[in-house]
């Protein structure tokens, strides 16, 4: 089975599987597709993290996290007259792309130790065709494009890239990528180190100096993803795992910490009570985050610490049931994919893969067709700041894909994207699902909140969707709570997706109707 927002790549993991293909070349195949059919939300110019499964065995991350620019430092900024670094443009695309070199530590894995043995040309046959035969535009990628042309229309390559004489494309209209489907049909013949350390890395370096990117074809030749020992919770249902610093995984876990010591399950699902509590629950785990998560080589404290009893349960009983603490603090918006896999053994992935904001730093590769991303935007001038800019430093970032193994035998894989609201949509994912017993979809489907702030949402206020009812409203504005309501079914609370595993092998998925995505299985 394989869930993603948007069908296509899960039908494209979906026959990788078929042909008796693993998860992690499945996920491949999602990957690189679903850069050609929802290239506002993710691409090859960013960066992603891996969670793998294999029963039996201890979970294993990768992370595809890439680095700031060699030599790098506040003054570069500083000597052109600004004191934050640019959101868009080639100023802020000064990390590298580790989204490459993860599918290549990935499919190491799975050769090593599945027995993987799917072609580059088969897992990007179907990206390929999407970027060269066309694929029809959605909605949602028209709207974004609508929404962002103004800031981005001048960066270099975009106008050529993402729009149709000089306007958004139309939803329904084919959208050709042929740029980027030649970079995968490279990769496909030299091999995905090429990226950083071939003929492919040279003309990307010669690219982005072109463009006025600070970096260099040294910062691509020294990259490398690397596996991770992922974070783990003991939660009284199972144990939940992942990724550690510089993602915010450590957020998604302390929040189901805390609520597992709440007395969560005496709870009404999805009451006045439940939100406020996932609020709160919510507002504790941030103020570590944003005091302590950065890069872990400039950490002052473990993150796996972060899990113990003795820290989650102050942090627990600082919660009042009848009151909302002040918030004000949100990390900024992101845009990313979440996208999961199960296969026929067991074996799973949960997977995130990212450019930042909608369309990343905007500039567009002329030769290779590759939009790179912007994380590094958000880096802090200020050298003595928790994420603040270095030399070869790693952004912080909110991506953060989840993994449950539960003591009666089943795994969930699950996740979402959307800046601050992925450790509150895997917290109601969770609790729907696991703890209340909630059918996946409608765990999935149901009302959710944004507690700060997410693409396109620059406020810190608590956002509701408008199902949820009026007298859940009025009572969490009675306990203090600053409420701003979206739409029904709203973009911004994120596109979420879970596969859940049972014991005797059944698979059941759910795909977020907020997207344009599906589950597909066989």
Known sequence: MAVAPHFLASRAALDVLEEGGDAIEAMVAAAATIAMVYP????????????????????????????????????????????????????????????????????????????????????????????????????????????????????????????????????????????????????????????YRGELARAIAADLAACGSPLGLGDLNGYRAQLTKPLALAHSLGTLYNLPPPTQGVVSLMILGILDRLGLSEMEPDSADYVHCLVEATKQAFKVRDAHITDPRYMRIDA?????????????????????????????????????VVDSQGRAVSFIQSIYHEFGSGVVLERTGLNWQNRGCSFSLDENALNGLRPGRKPFHTLNPALARLHDGRVMVYGTMGGDGQPQTQAALFTRAIVYGQGLQQAVSAPRWLLGRTWGRPSDSLKLEARFSGEIVGSLRRRGHEIEMLQEFDEAVGHAGAIVRHPGGVLEGASDPRSDGGVAGF
């Open 304 to 340: 796996q610490d972060c899990l113990k009893p003795d820290f989650l349960e102050p942090l627990a009983g600082a919660i009042n049931l009848g009151r909302a603490l002040p918030w004000g603090n949100g990390r900024g918006p992101g845009d990313t994919v979440w996208m999961g």
């Open 40 to 195: 506002h939300m993710t691409g090859l110019g960013g960066d992603a993290f891996w969670l793998i499964h294999e029963p039996g065995q201890v979970p294993v991350g990768i992370d595809a996290c890439g680095a700031a620019a060699a030599g790098l430092t506040p003054s570069f900024y500083n000597a052109q007259g600004l004191d934050s670094i640019p959101v868009r443009g080639p100023l802020a695309a000064n990390t590298v792309a580790g989204t490459v070199s993860g599918w290549e530590r990935a499919l190491a894995l799975s050769k090593q130790h599945w027995g993987g043995r799917m072609p580059l040309s088969r897992l990007f046959a179907d990206a390929i065709h999407y970027g060269e035969r066309g694929v029809p535009v959605t909605a949602s990628q028209m709207r974004s494009t609508r929404a962002k042309q103004p800031e981005l229309e001048a960066q270099p390559g975009f106008r050529e890239c993402f729009l149709v004489d000089g306007e958004a494309p139309a939803e329904g209209s084919l959208f050709f990528q042929p740029k980027m489907a030649a970079t995968l049909r490279h990769l496909s013949r030299t091999g995905l180190d090429d990226f």
